[in-house]
Each structure stands twice: as C-alpha cells, then as structure tokens.
C-alpha cells in the first residue's frame, strides 16, 4: 500500500478514474433528479442520499465479484440461421433490460408532466419513497455494469513489475475512486435535482436525455449479444462522445435561453415537487 501512494501514475489513474465515473454518473444523478422530484419536497434529500449509496454499494460489491461480472460475458445460449442468430449473455441480458426500463419510464414520465394525472400526493411517504428507491436501484444495476467494466479496463491489474498495480492495487484504486465520486456526486445532487425541478424545459431536455441513454444500452445490449439481422452485420454500439456531446451542447443552449428569458414565469408540470430556491437546506449533502 506504501508503494501505491508513493506512486505518481495510481494518483494519475485515481483522479482519472474519478472524473470517469462522475461523467457516467451524469445520467444516474438526471434519473434522481426526476424521480426524486415527485416525492414531497421534505423526503427528496433522503431518496438522493439512497440512490447514490445504492451506486456506490452495488459497484463495490460488483468489484469484488468482478470475476462472475467478467464471466457474464459468456454467452449462454447459440440460435443460428440464415435470417436471424444471436448469442446472448449474461451482461447482455442485463444492459439490454435496462434500456428497455429507461425508455419505459421516461417515455411515461414525459406523459404523466405534459397529460397525465396528478398523482395522490397524500400517500404515505414510507410507501411512496420504497417506489422510488426501487425504481432508482434496478437502474443503478445497469449502470453500475458499464461502470465497473469501464473501470476494469482502464485501470491495470498487472504485477508492479509488469507497469501494473496489482490486483489488490487496482482494487484499491478503484473502490477509492468509487467512493470519492458518489461523494461529490451528493454535494452537487441536490442543486441539480433543484434546478431541474425549477425549469420544465431541464426537466424535459433530461428525460429526452434518458431517451438516448435507453437506445445506447439496447444497442449495446444486442450488440454484446452479436445480434444479425439477415445478411447484415452484427448490430453496432453507439459512441459515448456522441452521446455526451449532444447532452452538453443541448445543456448549454437551454442555458442561453434560460439566461435570456429569466424573467418570464415556467410552465409548471405535474408532479414535481418543487423547492423554494431561498430556503436554505440544513443538511449540506441534501
């Protein structure tokens, strides 16, 4: 562990590794946003706190297994044929499910703010924040997948003497960066998911956002399944620096025209519960 610390490319890999995972984490802090912001105002923190502990403790637990993660590579099953053959596996299974989820709860989500009914906001809360952390953790699921894969091959498991960190090393570096992420990602998730219920545009250009992401994973998804479709080629992935692209520069504009109109009055949404922007949150992680 010594040599670790004293080693200037695992501080390298540290820091790049955690600004990775708060790049992926983009989209599971938009998710919270929504999600949260049906909940009353007084259990929002709470429910962000849990989802983003929930990534944290699933892809802890996904690095010390990442020897059944990496066999869930292997495809389980073999159909053939002149028109159609596919060799799905575990994580294909897993990411294209999860694309499906996200394109399901964000294409009803969309109809339930512009054209759906106000939701029976008496309930109880216990009852009301099980849903949602159920919704946010079968999510962090996928997420955590690509996450730990991601940081799996960024960060060498190698021996020392072979430009390497070791296994434990890397394991080190990894959860560290993990943890150091989901930590500022809590700092920032209630500002966030304040912001985004403030402004029904945010909170639309987000769940357009969660559109994408869903097609990305069941693209994804069939790809690591080796998907073919008649005489064509496997079905392909679809970048991630498009992706992200296309967020931020969607992002950036709508801040120019929040910046230009920020005196007209929002259209509200339904079912958002929004936060008075002066009152001052006692908890600094909410």
Known sequence: MIELISNPNAWVALI?????????????????????????????????????????LFRIILLFGITWVLNLQQAFYTFDSSFFSIHPTGQSVIVFGGGLFLLYKSVTEIHHKLEGDEENVSAKGGQTLSGAVLQIALLNIVFSFDSILTAVGLISMKAPSQGGFGYDGALAIMILAIIISVFIMMVFAGPVSRFVNQ????????????????????AEGSHLAHLKIGNETEVGTIPKGYLYFSIFFSLFVEFLNLRLKKNQKAVPLRNTEIVDPKLKDSDPLN
């Open 16 to 56: 790049t590794l955690t600004f990775l995972e708060i790049v992926l984490g983009i989209d599971n802090i938009v998710f919270l946003s929504i999600i949260s912001g049906k909940l009353p105002v007084e259990i929002q923190p709470k429910a962000r706190r849990i989802g983003l502990l929930l990534a944290m």
């Open 199 to 218: 402004h029904p545009s945010i909170q639309m250009l987000g769940l357009s956002f969660l559109i994408l992401i869903g097609v990305m994973l069941i």
